[in-house]
């Protein structure tokens, strides 16, 4: 039986969104979420603590999310911090069953933190591959041909690491479009993993943000659009994920990697936001607003 709900997406991708009705459906944010931002105005719904913990890994592995590694490359090796990961959970999130755990860093560093929490059903939210580089172009200030290389290392780093458990793969697009259908899926999946879940009378049309955004005339390389349609297909629950063939990575995508100097200025701000006193948080509550551009 289940203890909770991880989210898997790629960042950028609806992954805040789809925490934030996975709240309504009854889990448990952590207890030191991060502010808001003009970047997510309704907040990241992400742990503090559990940013800085999983940003230590990434760097003891040679990654940070902006430069992440080969998916059959990545290992952490850090294995003696299990216990330390096991206490920062713990104060985050409590002891007890019942929690949604979003985090980008989590398609790199699933596999350390099955060994922690054991292996927990995923929500992996898609998007179109370019919207999402779009979006982390416009936030983070690369160019939008790194953008997509970003989102194609992650894309294969998240699908190497939820393979073996339930898993929900969830349109973003059907979220905002069909939110009622969207939403339905999300408590079904959830209730055949044995989380204590509910169906509240929720209404979408004043919840559904919608903020439209220049559109971004760019074309995936074949590999990307091949991985993008292969994410597509995979739409729906998965009792058992098994990784399917994959196409190979874009020749481009390590050396538009390897181009990133170092993460914009909004690292630093994230970097002042976790070290702020833990009284700061978050006030939770079934309020949820999806925006387009999350």
Known sequence: MADGLIVVGVGRSGTST???????????????????DEWNADGYLESRSLIEFNDHLLAASGQTWWKPRPA??????????LSRASRIFKR????????????????????????VLGVQPAMVPYRDPVAVAASISRRDKVSIDVSLAIWERHS??????????????TD???????????????????TESGLNVCSPEVDFNSRIRQIVRPVMSKRPTANQL???????????????????????????????????????LISRVRAALITRPKHVVRQTSTSVEAAIDD
């Open 18 to 36: 789809a925490t934030a009705f996975a709240e309504v459906a009854g889990l448990r944010l952590p207890n030191d979420v991060l502010p808001a």
């Open 226 to 264: 091949e991985l993008a349609d292969l994410i597509a297909s995979l739409q729906g629950p998965h009792s058992e994920f098994r990784l399917p063939t994959l196409p190979d990575e874009s020749p481009s995508t390590q050396g538009l990697i390897d181009s990133v100097k170092g993460p914009r």
């Open 72 to 81: 059959d490359c990545v290992q952490v090796t850090e294995y003696h911090c």
């Open 156 to 169: 294969r780093q998240m699908l190497f690491s939820i393979t073996h458990r339930p898993v929900l793969f």
């Open 172 to 190: 973003y697009a059907e979220l905002t479009e069909r939110p009622e259908k969207w939403f339905r899926q999300l408590v079904d999946f959830c």
């Open 92 to 115: 985050s999130f409590g002891s007890g069953r019942g929690w949604v755990w979003k985090d980008p860093r989590l398609p790199m560093l699933l596999p350390f933190w099955d060994e």
